[in-house]
């Protein structure tokens, strides 16, 4: 399902400039259905990413090259939804019931806040470098465990089941970092809180 707001300059500005903070409670929006249309989905047909499931988007924009994200949409992933928006329009694609985004910032000496992952602004510390991370939920299942490579952003970026909670390890260079984390409706989609010690 997509939906289209239209909104003034300055809200999107304030909203989805940089790594998104913390919702703000009793926020209203007009919804409208809609199909992916106008300023939106000129800027993803501009950058070959019309036509997109949200999830391939996701994944498709967090791992761009900072260098090439698209300046002139905003993009940030929330608990259910992928929000998309331009200067004058934002458009919210649905994400899968059972699945939840989130995407890992590992930091050794500096970090931002993020509650909600900006895949066209937020960067981190260490852009491409081999990580091993691990992500355990809180019955012992192994979720992911792999040697990786952060993406150009910072990020790495994970699918994980709704409604969990458990562990993420990471580890750079002999340097661990450890945090808990869950997939609730009111969790973050972005973690830049691990640092490597």
Do not use: K
């Amino acid at each position: 399902m997509v939906r289209r707001f239209t909104v003034a300059l300055g809200g999107v500005a304030l909203v989805l400039t940089g790594c998104a903070a913390e919702p703000e409670t009793g926020a209203e929006q007009t919804t409208v259905q809609s199909a992916v249309t106008s300023g939106v989905e000129e800027r993803l047909a501009a950058h070959g990413l019309d036509g997109l499931p949200a999830t391939e988007l996701i994944g498709e924009l967090d791992q761009l090259a900072v260098e090439d994200r698209p300046r002139d949409l905003m993009a940030s992933v929330r608990v259910d939804e992928l929000v998309l928006a331009t200067e004058d329009e934002e458009v919210a694609l649905d994400l899968p019931e059972d699945s939840f985004y989130v995407s890992i910032a590992p930091f050794m000496n500096q970090t931002h806040e993020c509650f909600y992952h900006s895949l066209t602004t937020c960067t981190g510390e260490l852009g491409a470098e081999d990580v091993q991370v691990t992500i355990v939920d809180d019955a012992g299942e192994v979720l992911v465990d792999e040697q990786t490579t952060t993406y150009d952003n910072g990020f790495v970026g994970y699918w994980l089941p709704r409604d969990i909670g458990g562990t993420i390890t990471v580890t750079h260079d002999g340097h661990t970092g450890e945090m808990a984390f869950s997939t609730q409706e009111d969790s973050p989609t972005c973690v830049t809180t691990l640092q490597l010690l």
